[in-house]
């Protein structure tokens, strides 16, 4: 029997990242009981809520501040992470709660430079590369984000067993940008995380939102990479022929946010543009039902959650056509150039006056969302750790 580590770290703040840890989780829990065992590592306890209805052995890891402020000087001093390796486990208290559980594999759900840091087996996801694909924008290309990024990257591919990526496109990226051997890369596509399954519309929902009859919608945070000024320009290119179009945004306050305000205001557009702020995860459904589409300019790939969910929730969907996007919505989407102020204005346009076309595409992702859910993701998942596991053992 192999036994299966699970770390999670991160916060519910985290987004689409602790969406993800949740994903796994699930999957960890549908492993077969006769073939593995799973034990879940946290760091923190927001997860006890969560892991209530597991029936999984569960173990608290320790950050250890002084471990950690050491870890960091050490990169930081750029010493030999092998150096590190083997030092760590004599005082670090994070490294020797992984190391006592005596996993045949841990998987880091996140891009985790603990994956690398201590001497465990571990299967890794890197999310994207964005950061050396999409160098212009600061919140992944800058300096210091580079440098630090394109660190952990090298040190993931040098260490880990396994390395998950979104898409085949991920797969190839991960290839030519740290020579991986292909057979170390595992493509697991994202699914829509759970809360998109909810069917009934949360209570005063109308109340506190608000809604016109009729939006376009586009959950993003707003960071530059997510091109919410494109898409506001195509809003304004639009009303002179569409005096009824909306678009809600929602995401926090931060970041980019300033910017595009001002941008709605500058075009006269603070009637059309609804900003809602933080959504909670139990609302997101019924935005989607409502939303007439969902329209997605963002920069950033190779794949992205939101076309996910709204494929559940029947919501006609118009994305970038870059990087990994097409693999992932097939014919269940129409395609721009997040460049091109026109193209997205055109496929705004199509689907605002286009009832067949929506009815079509809703139908579609409907059926993309069912041949690939959490179902399929636990049997990829099983198919990976498997195939790891067994390479391992024969290697001993």
């Not at 493509?187 to 109308?206: N, S």
């Not at 139990?282 to 950033?300: H, S």
């Amino acid at each position: 029997m192999k036994k299966i580590g699970l770390f999670l770290d991160s916060r519910p703040s985290g987004g689409g990242t602790f969406q993800y840890n949740q994903i796994m989780l699930d999957a960890l829990d549908a492993l077969p009981a006769g073939k593995f065992s799973v034990v879940i590592g946290y760091t923190s306890a927001h997860w006890l809520e969560y892991m209530k209805a597991y029936d999984l052995k569960t173990v608290f890891i320790p950050s250890g501040f002084w471990g950690r402020a050491l870890g960091l000087g050490w990169t930081l001093l750029g010493l030999p992470i092998s150096w590190w390796r083997k030092i760590c486990p004599f005082f670090h208290p994070m490294a020797k709660a992984l190391m006592r559980q005596q996993c045949d594999l841990w998987i880091f759900p996140a891009h985790d430079l603990r994956s690398y840091q201590f001497p465990v087996p571990a299967l890794v996801s890197i999310h994207d590369l964005m950061f050396r694909y999409e160098r212009r924008f600061p919140e992944s290309g800058s300096g210091w984000e580079y440098l630090n990024r394109e660190r952990s990257c090298r040190n993931i591919s040098r260490w880990s067993e396994g390395v998950l990526v979104d898409s085949e496109t991920g797969r190839q990226q991960m290839a030519e940008s740290y020579h991986l051997e292909m057979d170390r890369i595992h493509v697991l596509p994202y699914i829509a995380p759970k809360y998109m399954r909810q069917g009934k519309k949360p209570p005063d929902f109308d109340s506190r939102y608000c809604l016109p009859a009729k939006f376009i919608f586009y959950p993003a945070q707003f960071w530059e990479h997510k091109n919410h000024k494109k898409l506001i320009m195509a809003l304004s290119y639009l009303k002179g022929s569409f005096p009824d179009l909306k678009l809600v945004l929602c995401g926090a306050k931060q970041n980019a946010y300033q910017s595009v305000e001002k941008l709605v205001q500058e075009l006269n557009l603070t009637d059309d543009v609804l900003f809602l702020g933080y959504v909670p995860d139990a609302d997101m459904p019924e935005l989607y039902r409502r939303a007439r589409a969902l329209i997605m300019p963002t920069y950033y790939g190779p794949t992205n959650i939101p076309p996910l969910e709204a494929f559940v929730a029947g919501c006609p969907v118009a994305i970038s056509g870059i990087y990994g996007m097409t693999e992932q919505v097939g014919d269940a989407a129409l395609l721009f150039n997040p460049d091109s102020v026109e193209e997205i204005s055109d496929c705004i346009r199509r689907l605002w006056i286009d009832d067949k076309l929506c009815a079509e595409l809703a139908e579609r992702g409907k059926r993309r969302a069912l041949n690939w859910d959490q179902k399929q993701f636990n049997e990829r998942l099983r198919e990976i750790v498997t195939e790891i596991t067994d390479q391992e053992s024969s290697k001993k």
